[in-house]
């Protein structure tokens, strides 16, 4: 790509001339460097932000946009509002939209928009007044990103730290009682393993992963846990046991190269 992200943040990271982003309504919000913000703002871009599919040609400036932009979870705290259904909701679409962003920037690029967006949803679980189920769905959102952080992790070469989000995720997702998801983050764990770790390792960490989603995922998850552990057979050299598990996959509907896709969400797959 030839313009990258620290290229458009300009010289010395000011803010010049931000862009104007058109909303459903054909309304248009410009944001200038030096303007005096009001909530109203704020909470409207954060909003378009998420309107707007992430492509080659204007994934660089959404990223730019999100990167000024309060996110909405602080916004809830500030204001001492109670947390609810439509807040998770709409982290949720958050969460969606950087994983579109990582489709087209690098790991080096998006890593300080994951990683600041898990954790001010961090601080939301933690500081907010919520229900219990909405806790608990909070919970599986930060899996969610904990597992995208650690696929941005290990692209801008944070092996340790991909490790380490890759394991919160799963206990994140455990906690929130979202199994599949669990097991999503532990298979991707494996699958990182086997590409620059032990990979003896990553076959007991992909049989794991698949032992325990099989039945809480859908069809697609499952096939990539499958995939997952096929791949870490193959690393290890076992070729006849990682046939059979890509066979597997393929026989319950999955088998198109999953193995080294990043999962969309926290239902297995």
Same mark, same amino acid.
């Given at each position: 790509? !030839?313009?990258?992200?620290?290229? #458009?943040?300009?010289?010395?990271?000011?803010l010049?001339?931000?862009?104007? &982003?058109?909303?459903?309504?054909?309304?248009?919000?410009?944001?200038?460097?030096?303007?005096?913000?009001?909530?109203?703002?704020?909470?409207?871009?954060?909003d378009?932000l998420?309107t707007?599919?992430?492509t080659?040609?204007? !994934?660089?400036?959404?990223?730019?946009?999100?990167l &000024?932009? /309060?996110?909405?979870?602080?916004l809830?705290?500030?204001?001492?509002r109670?947390?609810?259904?439509?807040?998770?909701?709409?982290?949720?679409?958050?969460v969606?939209?950087l994983?579109?962003?990582d489709?087209?920037?690098?790991?080096? /690029?998006?890593?300080?928009l994951v990683?600041?967006?898990?954790? /001010?949803?961090? !601080?939301?679980?933690?500081?907010?007044?919520?229900?219990?189920?909405?806790?608990?769905?909070?919970?599986?959102v &930060?899996?969610?990103?904990?597992?995208?952080?650690?696929?941005?992790?290990?692209?801008?070469?944070?092996? !340790? /730290?991909?490790?380490?989000?890759?394991?919160a995720?799963?206990r994140? #997702?455990?906690?929130?009682?979202?199994?599949?998801?669990?097991?999503?983050?532990?298979?991707?764990l494996?699958?990182?393993?086997?590409?620059?770790?032990?990979?003896h390792? +990553?076959?007991t960490?992909a049989?794991?992963?698949?032992a325990g989603?099989?039945?809480? #995922?859908e069809?697609?998850?499952?096939?990539?846990?499958?995939?997952?552990?096929?791949?870490?057979?193959?690393?290890?050299?076992?070729?006849?046991? +990682?046939?059979?598990?890509l066979?597997?996959?393929?026989?319950?509907?999955?088998?198109?190269?999953?193995?080294?896709?990043?999962?969309?969400?926290?239902?297995?797959?």
């Open positions: 790509m !030839a313009q990258r992200l620290d290229g #458009a943040l300009g010289a010395g990271g000011a010049v001339a931000l862009a104007a &982003i058109s909303g459903p309504d054909e309304q248009c919000l410009t944001v200038v460097s030096g303007s005096s913000w009001q909530r109203s703002d704020v909470e409207r871009l954060a378009l998420v707007e599919t992430p080659s040609e204007n !994934a660089v400036e959404l990223a730019h946009q999100w &000024i932009a /309060e996110p909405p979870q602080r809830e705290l500030d204001a001492g109670r947390v609810g259904d439509s807040t998770v909701e709409r982290v949720r679409r958050r969606l939209q994983r579109r962003l489709d087209h920037l690098g790991g080096s /690029e998006t890593y300080t990683t600041d967006e898990l954790a /001010e949803t961090v !601080a939301l679980l933690r500081e907010s007044s919520h229900s219990e189920s909405v806790g608990r769905e909070l919970l599986v &930060i899996a969610d990103l904990c597992q995208l952080a650690g696929f941005v992790a290990e692209d801008s070469g944070r092996m !340790a /730290e991909a490790r380490r989000y890759h394991l995720g799963m994140a #997702a455990h906690a929130g009682g979202d199994t599949a998801c669990a097991a999503n983050c532990l298979s991707s494996s699958y990182l393993e086997a590409n620059v770790g032990d990979q390792v +990553a076959v960490l049989r794991s992963a698949h989603g099989r039945h809480a #995922a069809a697609t998850g499952r096939a990539l846990f499958l995939e997952r552990v096929a791949w870490a057979y193959a690393r290890v050299g076992a070729a006849g046991l +990682a046939e059979r598990a066979g597997a996959g393929q026989a319950g509907g999955g088998g198109s190269g999953l193995a080294g896709r990043r999962p969309g969400g926290g239902r297995g797959g």
